[in-house]
Nanobody
Framework: QVQLVESGGGLVQAGGSLRLSCVASRNIFSTNAMGWYRQTPGNQREFVARVSIDGITNYAKSEKGRFTISRDNAKNTVYLQMNSLKPEDTAVYYC???????WGQGTQVTVSS
């Protein structure tokens, strides 16, 4: 059974920080690049960041410098550290196993002004 379980979302004031976590089943994590996407009501999911199996990272332009993606292969976990949050970062954030195309259930991030 595929499992991608996100956590760490919540309500934060503008300028604050959150760290999202996504734990994946071992067989998924060890064979997939991992990514984070986000979605707001009425819009498509948009790319946020991606980390390859060997740690190479890519970011959407608007998040580069504020967000950091990382992975802990020993814990089968991918993280998204989000700093200097803005109200426009409010969305449901989804973990994504890139190579298999699997999604987590999402975690809500709300940034108040």
């Amino acid at each position: 059974q595929v499992q991608l379980v996100e956590s760490g979302g919540g309500l934060v004031q503008a300028g604050g920080s959150l760290r999202l976590s996504c734990v994946a089943s071992r067989n998924i994590f060890s064979t997939n690049a991992m990514g984070w996407y986000r979605q707001t009501p009425g819009n498509q999911r948009e790319f946020v960041a991606r980390v390859s199996i060997d740690g190479i990272t890519n970011y959407a332009k608007s998040e580069k410098g504020r967000f950091t993606i990382s992975r802990d292969n020993a814990k089968n976990t991918v993280y998204l550290q989000m700093n200097s949050l803005k109200p426009e970062d409010t969305a449901v954030y989804y973990c994504y196993a890139v190579d298999y195309g699997y999604w987590g259930q999402g975690t809500q991030v709300t940034v108040s002004s």
